[in-house]
């Protein structure tokens, strides 16, 4: 079946690198997807990646993907406060729904 | 450009009345729509999701029901909410008619509404 696991918390210091760990089960799995959500809103798309990829760099991210583990990474570099909120990892599910299967999300806080 | 509405906001409801949460999409067109939950400190749970009018198909067994009475309107209701029905509830849609790149899966979610059942 389709699983999505992330640790649930995470805690840094401000301008110190984040690393956001996320497992996947679904080895057809074609893209993968980070999610942002900021208190008591909606989720953004943060960024994704196929899965012929090992890696991919979007400005202060960072995605590592390693297929044969089916685990993701979302690196931020220079962590700021602003970062605070919930990160989703998601992959695609079966079919042409268009369903995504979402993680717990990882709680990321930044320390000043 | 295409924006996402819910409402209401936020909702206080007794035990046993009934809801009404709608959604709708603006300048697209045959969206894929989904409805999800997340309840407090726990992650997305997948409620509804459609793919065209009158079309929804449910994620998990409950006490609430879905609609799609019309292209970009997507309607999430109950005749009698229970306290576990509280939490965040989310819409979000998608580019419609099953594609391969990843803007098709991309979902674009509302600003959620926050439903407290007492």
């Known amino acids: 079946g389709e699983d999505v696991e992330q640790s649930l918390f995470l805690s840094v210091r401000e301008g110190d690198s984040s690393v956001i760990n996320c497992t996947y089960t679904d080895s057809s799995s074609t893209y993968l997807y980070w999610y942002k959500q900021e208190p008591g809103a909606g989720l953004q798309l943060l960024t994704y990646?196929?899965?012929?990829?090992d890696m991919k760099q979007d400005q202060r991210l960072t995605v590592l993907l390693n297929k044969k583990d089916k685990h993701l990474s979302l690196r931020i570099a220079d962590t700021q406060t602003g970062d605070s909120a919930i990160y989703f990892c998601a992959e695609r599910g079966s079919g042409n729904t268009g369903k995504l299967i979402f993680g717990q999300g990882t709680t990321l806080q930044v320390k000043p | 450009s295409q924006t996402i509405h819910q409402w209401p906001a936020t909702l206080v409801q007794p035990v046993g009345s009934p809801l009404s949460l709608e959604c709708t999409v603006e300048?697209?067109?045959?969206?894929?729509l989904y409805w999800y939950r997340q309840a407090a400190g726990r992650g997305l749970q997948l409620l509804f999701y459609?793919?065209?009018?009158?079309?929804i198909s449910s994620e998990v067994p409950q006490n609430l029901s879905a609609s799609r009475p019309q292209d970009r309107q997507f309607i999430l209701s109950s005749k009698k909410l229970l306290l576990s029905d509280s939490g965040f509830y989310l819409c979000?849609?998608?580019?419609?008619?099953?594609?391969?790149?990843?803007?098709?899966?991309?979902?674009?979610f509302g600003p959620g509404t926050r439903l407290t059942v007492t």
């Open positions: 979000a849609w998608s580019v419609g008619g099953g594609g391969r790149g990843p803007a098709s899966y991309e979902q674009y």
């Open positions: 300048g697209t067109s045959n969206p894929n």
């Open positions: 459609s793919v065209g009018i009158g079309q």
């Open positions: 990646i196929f899965s012929n990829m």
